[in-house]
């Protein structure tokens, strides 16, 4: 079975569906009062998201770097934060997307 990507106004879904129209009938059934955007038929039967584009570390240390500011700061964002630009000189940004990237995996 294909796998389609639905995209409305208000979400992205990303589901297997038989054809087009059951695709639309599937997002209509869950988001009636959502507008269709697009609908596209994947390629192959896998959806990707690149950890890249994200904002995931790459390297290893980064991660457990972030991890170990988390611990250090009781899990308090914004002191594991400030804990992480100073271990790894980075601007605020990047150490916030650091810090919050492993919060979400679960520091």
Same mark, same amino acid.
């Given at each position: 079975?294909?796998?389609?990507?639905?995209?409305?106004n208000?979400?992205?879904?990303?589901?297997?569906?038989?054809?087009?129209?059951?695709?639309?009938?599937?997002?209509?059934?869950h988001?009636?009062?959502?507008?269709?955007? /697009?609908?596209?038929?994947?390629?192959?039967?896998?959806w990707?998201?690149?950890?890249?584009?994200?904002?995931?570390?790459?390297?290893?240390?980064?991660?457990?770097?972030? /991890?170990?500011?988390?611990?250090?700061?009781?899990?308090?964002?914004?002191? =594991?934060? /400030?804990?992480?630009?100073?271990?790894?000189?980075?601007?605020?940004?990047?150490?916030?997307? =650091?810090?919050?990237?492993?919060?979400?995996?679960?520091?």
């Open positions: 079975m294909p796998l389609y990507e639905i995209e409305t208000a979400h992205i879904m990303i589901g297997w569906a038989e054809n087009e129209e059951q695709a639309r009938s599937m997002a209509r059934e988001y009636p009062d959502d507008d269709f955007v /697009r609908i596209n038929r994947r390629p192959r039967d896998l990707v998201i690149s950890k890249g584009l994200l904002g995931f570390p790459q390297n290893d240390a980064l991660c457990n770097t972030a /991890r170990d500011c988390l611990s250090k700061a009781q899990g308090d964002k914004e002191d =594991a934060i /400030r804990l992480y630009m100073q271990e790894t000189g980075a601007d605020q940004p990047a150490a916030q997307r =650091a810090i919050e990237t492993n919060m979400s995996l679960g520091w």
